[in-house]
Every structure is written in C-alpha cells, then in structure tokens.
Nanobody, 124 residues
C-alpha cells in the first residue's frame, strides 16, 4: 500500500509563492511517476504538473507553465511543487498522486494512489 502526505499549503497574497511537498511511503518511490492535481470549489479536479520516475521529463498545464516547477528527490521519497506568481485562480485543494509506471501523464485516470490534499488560498 502507498501513502502520500501533502504539506505546505496555506494562505498567500497574489504574486506570492508557496512550496508544496508530498512525502511517499510504502513503495519504491523512485520507480514511479508522480503528479500534482488541483480542485477548485465547484469545479472538477484538473491536472497541474507531472514528473517521470527519474525527473527527466516534466509536464505542466498551460495555466501554470512558467510559474510552477515540479521536482523530486528520490533519496527522500518526496515530490515538490514550487508555485510562484500565484493568482487567485490558483486557489484550490492540491493533490499529490502516484502512477505505478515510470512515465508521467496528465491523465487523472492513470494515477493509482492519491494523497488527502492540501489547501492553497490566494487572496487578491
């Protein structure tokens, strides 16, 4: 079984930054792709960013490209999401997800394990 625990969410003003982290346990973390998704109130969950097993390939939603950076530390079993130039529309619950495959994807259905989420609120 896999456990994913997100941290780092909070309240920030527009233009500010936050760094989310996701700690994984229960499987050989370095063998799997990881992703971040988010769900805003009243909306469906959407893809944010993903990273392949060794970190060599990353994908971003157009809405966050150039502002967010996904990274991973396989020695620490963590994946991070650095979020800069935050906008009110980035307000959402952010979820970490693990895919039991080496290559990343933006498709939510391809991810097998999910964390509980961490709230990010960006005030205008």
């Amino acid at each position: 079984q896999v456990q994913l625990v997100e941290s780092g969410g909070g309240l920030v003003q527009a233009g500010g930054s936050l760094r989310l982290s996701c700690a994984a346990s229960g499987r050989t973390f370095s063998n799997y792709a990881m992703g971040w998704f988010r769900q805003a109130p009243g909306k469906e969950r959407e893809f944010v960013a993903a990273i392949s097993w060794r970190g060599g390939t990353t994908y971003y939603a157009d809405s966050v490209k150039g502002r967010f950076t996904i990274s991973r530390d396989n020695a620490q079993n963590t994946v991070n999401l650095q979020m800069n130039s935050l906008k009110p529309e980035d307000t959402a619950v952010y979820y970490c997800a693990l895919r039991t495959a080496i290559w990343a994807t933006a498709l939510e259905a391809n991810y097998d394990y999910w964390g509980q989420g961490t709230q990010v609120t960006v005030s205008s």
